[in-house]
């Protein structure tokens, strides 16, 4: 069973940044695809970042140039790193993985162990 725990939340300014990490209870990140997604208060949860095995990344249109999703095999973790932060990224931030293979991508349905969360609030 797989267990992923994110850290890293806050509170910050418009234009500020946040370092989200994700760490697992195994070695998983090799083989795994790691997403971050986000859930605001009355909206749907939605996909942010993705990186696969390879290290290859993808983001939501709404985040790009401003967000990085990243591995550190040598921790064990999935960091995003969120610069030039908005409001409107305001949500819980959650980490989750699949390690059946195939497509990665930031999609809530792809995705079999979730992380419990961590708040981003920008005002």
């Known amino acids: 069973h797989v267990q992923l725990v994110e850290s890293g939340g806050g509170s910050v300014q418009a234009g500020g940044s946040l370092r989200l990490s994700c760490g697992a209870s195994g070695s998983i990140y090799g083989d795994a695809c790691v997403g971050w997604l986000r859930q605001a208060p009355g909206k749907e949860r939605e996909g942010v970042a993705a990186i696969d095995s390879d290290g290859i990344a993808s983001y939501a249109d709404s985040v790009k140039g401003r967000f990085t999703v990243s591995k550190d095999n040598a921790n064990n973790t999935v960091n995003l790193m969120m610069n030039s932060l908005k409001p409107e990224d305001t949500a819980m931030y959650y980490c989750?993985?699949?390690?059946?293979?195939?497509?990665?991508?930031?999609?809530?349905?792809?995705?079999?162990?979730w992380g419990q969360g961590t708040q981003v609030t920008v005002s």
């Open positions: 989750a993985a699949q390690l059946r293979g195939g497509y990665c991508y930031a999609h809530p349905s792809l995705y079999d162990y």
